[in-house]
């Protein structure tokens, strides 16, 4: 329906998308479903909602039906795909705080799971990684709205900058 619109030309293409929309879930293919559940609820802290035998399971953060689906439909026993092929960069993980954010890292640390990167986006800190099936994997906290970095006249002007995960570690609450 997209490329109908956009090939006739219509306006309608231009506007821009009901600002209430969110992106709901995550269905990711697995190799094995207990070593991603050992990633996922075990490092990374989800809770399992319901478990279909060893072919997928459901996870969430506070009781949500899921954020994660994690499945071996298409999958069980394969490998990841290759270097310069299409398909998922990263999944996102919205952290509420700062401090859980700096958690997510404490987890990370004491699983000894290796970071492929850390970066302060001047909206946003991240923590990048790969899950065992090598998925990309970004946990993250935005900060608030107010504190974005703008240029002059407004506009929103994001970076990339280090982050300092020692500082981030030291002013996580107990």
């Not at 490329?3 to 231009?14: L, M």
């Not at 809770?47 to 689906?69: C, D, K, M, T, W």
């Not at 899950?131 to 990339?160: C, I, S």
Request: aromatic letters at 8%.
């Amino acid at each position: 329906m997209a490329s109908t619109a956009a090939s006739t030309g219509s306006a309608d293409h231009h506007r821009p998308i009901d600002p209430g929309v969110t992106i709901g879930h995550v269905h990711l293919k697995v190799a094995d479903l207990d070593r991603a559940l050992a990633f996922y609820c075990g490092v990374l802290g989800f809770e399992l909602v319901q478990r279909y035998g060893s072919q997928a399971a459901f996870i969430s953060a506070g009781g949500y039906h899921h954020h994660i689906a994690l499945n071996t439909w298409e999958s069980k026993g394969g490998s990841p795909p290759p270097p310069g092929t299409t398909g998922l960069y990263h999944l996102a993980i919205l952290y509420p705080t700062r401090a859980a954010l700096a958690d997510a890292l404490r987890r990370l640390a004491e699983a000894g799971i290796a970071l492929d990167g850390a970066s302060d986006h001047g909206v946003s800190e991240a923590l990048y990684l790969r899950d065992p099936d090598q998925n990309g994997v970004e946990l993250y906290w935005d900060r608030p709205q107010a504190e974005w970095p703008r240029t002059p006249d407004g506009k929103l002007q994001m970076h990339t900058q280090r982050l300092d995960l020692q500082e981030l570690l030291a002013n996580r609450k107990a």
